[in-house]
C-alpha cells in the first residue's frame, strides 16, 4: 500500500477537530472536540494502564480508541443523553463514506476495529468503551474539572448510565462513583438518594482498587 493512497483518508479524518462534543474543556472555555477527546482518552487509558484487567492487550486497547469515534467525521457528534435512535444509521454512512478513501487492505483492517468496538465482545472492546464512558466524568466531577452544564444531572442518573459500560471493570466502577461524590460537592451534580447508597457502598468498600481524584493544578 503506497502511503500517498492514504492521504485522502488521513486528511477527511482531520474533520474531528472541528466536531464538537458537549463536554466543556476544564477551564470552561469552550466544548472539546472529538479528536480532543480521543487523544484525552487515549492518555486516560495509558495512566490507568495499573488497573486495567489481567492479560488484557492495552496497545490493542489504545489502537480501538482511535478508531472509534472515525464514524463521527461525517455524521458528528451524538449526546450521550439525547440519542433518539438515529445515531447508528447516520455513523454506519459514515464510516462507509470515510472508509471509502482508503485502499482495500487499510479499509477491511479499520473496518475491522470499528466494528469489534461497536460489537463489544471482546475484552479490549469493552475496556475501551468503559474508559470511554468515564472520559467525560473525570472532565466535569473531578476536583478541578469543568463547570455544570445545561441541563442539570441527578447522580443516580449518571451512575445509572454509566453502570452498564463500568460495572464489569471494579476499578473504574469505584473511580466512577468517588468522581459522582466529588461533583455533588462541587454542586455540579444534583444529588439523590441513591447516590447517597452509592456513596455508603463505595465507603464500606475499602479493599476496592481505584485511580487516586486527587487534582494537582497545572503550573
Not at 444509521?89 to 487492505?105: G, I, N, T, Y
Request: glycine residues 4%; hydrophobic residues 40%; negative net charge.
Amino acid at each position: 500500500m503506497n502511503p500517498f493512497d492514504t492521504l485522502a483518508f488521513f486528511l477527511a479524518a482531520d474533520g474531528l477537530k472541528r466536531e464538537s462534543r458537549t463536554t466543556l474543556l476544564t477551564d470552561g472555555s469552550r466544548p472539546e472536540s472529538v479528536a480532543e477527546h480521543c487523544w484525552h482518552l487515549s492518555l486516560l487509558a495509558l495512566i490507568l494502564e495499573p488497573h486495567a484487567p489481567p492479560g488484557i492487550n492495552l496497545v490493542h486497547v489504545r489502537d480501538l480508541i482511535t478508531v472509534h469515534d472515525l464514524v463521527e467525521v461525517y455524521a458528528g457528534d451524538t449526546c450521550f443523553f439525547s440519542d433518539d435512535g438515529s445515531s447508528a444509521a447516520r455513523e454506519a454512512a459514515s464510516a462507509l463514506q470515510l472508509l471509502a478513501l482508503l485502499p482495500e487492505l487499510g479499509r477491511h483492517q479499520l473496518r475491522a476495529m470499528i466494528d469489534e468496538f461497536q460489537a463489544q465482545e471482546t475484552l479490549e472492546a469493552r475496556y475501551a468503551r468503559a474508559l470511554d464512558a468515564l472520559h467525560p466524568m473525570v472532565i466535569l466531577y473531578a476536583p478541578g474539572g469543568a463547570d455544570a452544564t445545561a441541563p442539570r444531572l441527578r447522580a443516580s442518573m449518571i451512575l445509572d448510565r454509566k453502570r452498564p459500560y463500568l460495572e464489569a471493570f471494579p476499578a473504574l466502577w469505584n473511580f466512577a462513583q468517588r468522581l459522582v461524590e466529588s461533583g455533588v460537592q462541587r454542586g455540579v451534580l444534583d444529588p439523590d438518594e441513591p447516590m447517597q447508597s452509592e456513596n455508603r457502598r463505595v465507603r464500606a468498600n475499602s479493599n476496592e482498587d481505584a485511580p487516586s481524584t486527587k487534582h494537582h493544578p497545572q503550573s
